[in-house]
């Protein structure tokens, strides 16, 4: 079992900047793929950013692209999600995910992932 805590998120003002940090609690994720996905009330969970285990593959979804950027620590065991230029329409709740089985890649779809954090609010104002 993995255990995932976000944490990072907060109110900031359109254009702001954010960094959310996601690390398990007392497992190391070094070999898993990891994907951070948001979702906002009455919308379905959407992916923003991924990364493979070893961090050479990386997706970052069109609406974010040149704003967003998915990193991993291996000494530190955390993942990390910059997100700049930040808009209104970003707010949602983020959750990072995580899976053991998805080889040497990424998967976009939140159905491929096992383990869920608790998610962390990013609430972007006008």
């Known amino acids: 079992q993995v255990q995932l805590i976000e944490s990072g998120g907060g109110l900031v003002q359109a254009g702001g900047s954010l960094r959310l940090s996601c690390a398990p609690s007392?497992?190391?994720?070094?070999?898993?793929?990891m994907g951070w996905f948001r979702q906002a009330p009455g919308k379905q969970r959407d992916i923003v950013a991924a990364?493979?285990?070893?961090?050479?593959?990386?997706y970052v979804a069109d609406s974010v692209k040149d704003r967003v950027t998915i990193s991993r620590d291996r000494a530190k065991n955390t993942i990390y999600l910059q997100m700049n230029s930040l808009k209104p329409e970003d707010t949602a709740i983020y959750y990072c995910?995580?899976?053991?089985?998805?080889?040497?890649?990424?998967?976009?779809?939140?159905?491929?992932?096992?383990?869920w954090g608790q998610g962390t609010q990013v609430t972007v104002s006008s």
């Open positions: 995910a995580a899976d053991k089985n998805l080889g040497s890649g990424y998967q976009m779809d939140p159905r491929e992932y096992t383990y």
């Open positions: 007392g497992r190391t994720i070094t070999s898993y793929a």
């Open positions: 990364i493979s285990w070893s961090g050479d593959r990386r």
